[in-house]
């Protein structure tokens, strides 16, 4: 039998509905392999109890002749999200005994859908970061090169799908958390338009910023576990009421006649050479298929960073204000006053790039900052979600562009300075602050073979786009079927 | 030199409705601790606040009773500050947008009508409460109050006095009751209020420095710790000493205002608007709707009591002081037709019944149709207001209507001339020597044979006929 966890989902849902495996030995083989590739660090905490009695469950129901497009198939859950009686960290020492007493809307439906969770992902603390070395449980590695990081926040939800230890996963993107992690590990990712997906149940890094999507080794299986996560929730007053179309539909509409935008803000000095021409190359297949490009203008890219860097850590430090040693999370020991009570314990519990955007969130925040620095981000956010609406209402279905200025680097290598690790967001931070779908392929890979991704940004509302983009990208290319050496 | 008093008050009141303001734990007051709580109570990581729609159209109809103007797109904000009882470390509120603003609150002081200014009335959540446990030197938090809808209620500094200012936060508390938006129980906490006070010399427009009294939680208390305030203002600046812009607390004990532990720096609640809330749109329609269901307000009621029904303001003033009462009265009225009786029989017999018993308005065995119906045959004059009082008793303990318990003890009045006049000629006939002398001219007898006549018919008769009658059989027999 072939490798069980390798298995992507049409072929996984084959082979159990026609019993040739059963949903408990594939949830078996993704746990063994899970084990046997620890040294990435890809979990917090594998749950192989829960997990053996959810395929126990799915095997009941496939033998009952129930088949559903998810039923009985194994992924993982960035531990951001929260999961009942399994612990949740967030990545972090402040939360590193929390056993939240309720299921994250997104969890509930995939429980709901059928899929079986066989753990939680590791991830820069509170997901803040971009490299997955700001996890207090120590960085996840990336599967093509375990010196190298697999991107961040959400470096474990990617490591873990790239080394295929499970089929799917799911991470959160509120600066390019889902797409830089998709475009270093070589796999498909999408994070869905603002409001797409509940956020009740994830825990909040930066609200107005923050959504939930999926990774997974094609744009088929992407497509799927966005499916089952999406739509209102009457728990989340942003998540949007509008329709959810289907995505698998959307697969085989293909590129004829899409209008493809090219920012050209997004193709200036610093971009790594093979990034570009790994872009370059894709954008050219693009044409091939059938569309049409265009180069378009984002004049306030350079202000996303800034920005984002002014809004997030704001969100930030209030949402973090809970996490005060009182009701859950890290108390510090001994008989202490409140005010220290509090200083220590949230100086033990948060890491330090968390507490450097708690710092920075709460000074711009305060009384006589706030209109120099939160209010006129807000003004400058506004211009840079105009700049989209005022390409795509004008010349553009779709943009094309690079996830990130470089390929994957090595772990440590900008560790010690906070700017340079920022700017590596600098092409997926204007997405979210517009509200936009994103989605990530493969398209590349650096002459030491390390993955290069292509970014797909779409109109509000519009996943349907990206995934017929990235589908018919997909098909006329390879990419997506190199796997790193150690996923076997 | 003459010195004006200024207050202004900031009202909490808390919304009954059935949950939260932001989540579905119940509101309920009391409960065990911790029992009314959820992850959005709790404030779990991941939990997500969705605004309370009912809380809302709370806020309207209070806005609308208060002529505010009603604002369209509602913002809420996040307050920061740290404490164990404010499980987000945010309070949920309203900032520089509150959903009412301008509007006024109508009341009497005496016979005189006054008009006091509302900055604004805006939406929040509440804190939960903290227990100090000596026994064990322990704090124990109780999250049940911690996200109850609240409005806060701030008035423009025009009240003039402590008595009035005591009367508008009766006031405020009579409208919420009206609304059913809240139970205005003070000493449930769900009515509670901070006053900001001040002197300046007669004739200057320039305020006087101002302290604040925190958490006064009674009508009493307020009126109390605001004349204490007065007297301590007024001596300081007699004395040519400045007043200290302070927050106070009152000492019920000792009646007096002492500074609260002032708090280490000035704190920066650093608003912003929270990203987790959509602004909650009140459309026009919205307001139209709420509008429609409001209930008739006490200023309307006591301007119709007075106008229409005839009443003293004092009268129309006692019988609005509750939704209900006034409601009573005015089913009372639409039984009977006689205002003026109506509301002396509300007032003084049921509510002096209802109070000796302990029983509410809403449970009064005597329905305000059964009062109407023995009003009303009080006016046909087939019973003594004397008997009407022994009918209404019956009624009360029974529960039965006014012509039942008339039936019953065959308590109707005796009107009919011929059988008054039979019992008369029977007493005159039986009593021959009185009948002498009453012929004779001696007026005192009048009286002896009237209570003859009533002893025999044991009350029941028509006192002013009987007398009547006698005097008409006495001048025959004269002849």
């Known amino acids: 039998m072939s490798d069980l966890p390798s ?31 620890r040294s990435l660090n890809c979990f917090t905490e594998l749950t ?46 402040m939360l590193a005994n929390f056993i939240p007493p309720y299921d994250a809307t997104v969890v509930r439906r995939l429980k709901t859908a059928g899929a079986i969770s066989i753990g939680k992902l590791n991830m820069d603390e509170f997901a803040m970061g971009s490299s997955n070395e700001n996890s207090a449980f120590g960085p996840a590695r990336n599967p093509w090169n375990p010196e190298y990081v697999p991107g961040g926040s959400s470096g474990g939800s990617a490591a873990a799908v790239a080394a295929r230890i499970c089929p799917l996963s799911l991470g959160t993107d509120t600066g390019g958390s889902i797409r830089q992690p998709a475009a270093f590990c070589g796999i498909v990712g999408l994070k869905p338009t603002y409001g797409r997906v509940s956020r009740y149940g994830v825990i909040a890094y930066a609200s107005s910023l923050d ?48 209008r493809i935008g090219i920012p050209k803000e997004y193709f200036v000095a610093g971009l790594s050479p093979e990034v570009s021409e790994a872009t370059q190359k894709a954008i050219s297949v693009l044409q091939d298929l059938g569309a049409t490009t265009v180069e378009i203008s984002l004049p306030h890219t350079d202000a996303a960073v800034s920005v984002y860097y002014i809004l997030a850590p704001a969100e930030a430090s209030s949402n973090l204000a809970r996490y005060d040693g009182i009701r859950y999370g890290h108390r510090a020991e001994g008989q202490l006053d409140l005010k220290t009570l509090y200083s220590k314990s949230r ?142 | 030199m003459e010195f004006e008093t200024v207050i202004g008050l900031e009202v909490h009141v808390q919304l009954s409705t059935q949950s939260k303001m932001f989540c579905g734990a119940s509101a309920a007051y009391g409960g065990e601790p911790n029992e009314y709580i959820d992850p959005v109570t709790l404030g779990l990581p991941g939990a997500l606040p969705v605004a309370n729609r009912r809380a809302v159209e709370f806020a309207i109809m209070l806005g609308l009773a208060t002529s505010s103007e009603i604002r369209r797109f509602n913002r809420f904000s996040r307050k920061h500050y740290f404490y164990p ?66 409005l806060e209620i701030v008035s423009e500094p025009e009240l003039r006095s402590p008595a009035e200012a005591a009367a508008y936060l009766r006031s405020i508390r009579q409208l919420v009751r009206y609304l059913g938006v809240s139970d205005g129980n003070m000493e449930e906490g769900s009515l509670r209020c901070d006053a900001n006070i ?145 509301c002396n029989w509300v007032t003084s017999e049921l509510f002096g019944a209802l109070n000796r018993a302990g029983i509410e308005l809403e449970k009064s065995p005597v329905s305000a149709g059964a009062l109407g119906d023995l009003i009303k045959v009080v006016d046909s004059g087939e019973l003594s207001g004397k008997m009407a009082k022994a009918v209404f008793e019956e009624m009360f303990s029974s529960g039965k209507g006014a012509a039942a318990v008339i039936a019953d003890k065959g308590l109707k009045q005796i009107s009919d001339d011929d059988s008054i006049l039979a019992i008369i000629r029977r007493e005159f006939d039986a009593n021959e020597k009185q009948l002498a002398g009453y012929l004779a001219g001696n007026e005192r007898l009048h009286g002896f044979f009237v209570g003859q006549v009533m002893k025999a018919t044991e009350g029941a008769a028509n006192p002013k006929k009987v007398n009547d009658l006698i005097r008409q059989e006495a001048a025959q027999r004269k002849g």
């Not at chain 1, 094609?218 to 999406?230: F, G």
């Not at chain 1, 650096?446 to 018919?472: C, M, N, R, V, Y």
């Not at chain 2, 959509?278 to 709420?290: H, L």
Request: glycine share 8%.
């Open chain 1, 48 to 93: 192989p109890e829960h997990a053996l009695k959810e395929a126990a469950a799915a095997d009941a129901l496939l033998a009952g002749g129930k088949s559903a497009p998810l039923l009985g198939v194994p992924l993982g859950i960035k531990d951001v999200i929260c999961t009942k009686g399994v612990r949740t960290t967030a990545g972090s020492k």
């Open chain 2, 85 to 150: 009882d404010l499980p987000k470390g945010y309070q949920i509120s309203q900032f520089d947008e509150p959903i009412c603003e301008r509007g006024s609150v109508e009341f009497y002081m005496g016979e005189t009508k006054r008009m006091i200014g509302l900055k604004r009335i805006h939406m929040e959540e509440d804190a939960g409460k903290n227990i100090h446990d000596s026994r064990t030197q322990s704090s124990l938090v109780d999250l049940n109050r911690a996200g109850v809808p609240l």
């Open chain 1, 347 to 488: 100086s033990e519990g948060f890491g330090k790039e968390v507490q450097r955007r708690i710092l920075v969130g709460t000074y711009v925040l305060s009384a006589g900052y706030f209109d120099a620095f939160y209010v006129k981000a807000q003004r400058v956010r506004s211009l840079i979600l105009k700049d989209f609406t005022d390409a795509f209402s004008g010349s553009c279905d779709v943009i094309v562009a690079p996830t990130t200025p470089t390929p994957p680097f090595r772990i440590g290598e900008k560790a010690s300075d906070p700017l340079q690790m920022y700017l590596n967001d600098i092409f997926t931070i204007p997405v979210n602050l517009a509200g936009l779908p994103g989605m990530v392929v493969p398209c590349g890979a650096t002459a030491s073979g390390l993955p290069i991704g292509l970014q797909l940004i779409g109109k509000h509302w519009d996943e349907e786009s990206l995934f017929a983009t990235a589908a018919a990208y997909e098909q006329a290319t390879e990419w997506h079927k190199r796997t790193p050496s150690m996923a076997g």
């Open chain 1, 7 to 37: 298995l992507s989902v049409a072929e996984i849902r084959a082979g159990l509905d026609s019993r040739k495996f059963s949903a408990v030995e594939l949830a078996q083989a993704c746990l063994a392999k899970a084990d046997k590739l």
């Open chain 1, 211 to 258: 959504q939930v999507g999926g990774f997974a080794h094609n744009v088929r299986d992407c497509a799927l576990v966005t499916q089952a996560i999406c739509g209102e929730d009457p728990n989340d007053a942003t998540s949007s009421p509008r329709p959810v179309p289907s995505f698998e539909k959307a697969l085989s509409r293909g590129v004829k006649g899409l």
């Open chain 2, 198 to 342: 001040s002197l300046r010399p007669v004739g200057q427009l320039k305020f006087g420095t101002r302290t604040e009294i925190k958490n006064l939680n009674s009508f009493k208390f307020v009126e109390r710790a605001l004349e204490y305030e007065v007297a301590r203002q007024m001596a300081l600046l007699k004395n040519g000493q400045p007043i200290v812009q302070e927050t106070l607390l009152f000492d019920s004990a000792s009646g007096v205002t002492r500074p609260m532990r002032s708090k280490e720096e000035s704190s920066d609640y650093r608003y912003f608007p929270d990203p987790d809330l959509p602004p909650v749109v009140v459309e026009e329609s919205w307001v139209r709707e709420v509008e429609s269901k409001l209930p008739k307000l006490p200023s309307k009621w006591i301007n119709d009591l007075v106008s229409e029904y005839g009443l003293s303001l004092y009268d129309a003033t006692v019988l609005t002081g509750e939704k209900a009462a006034v409601e009573f009265f005015n089913d009372v009225v639409s039984a009977c037709s006689n205002p003026k009786a109506a």
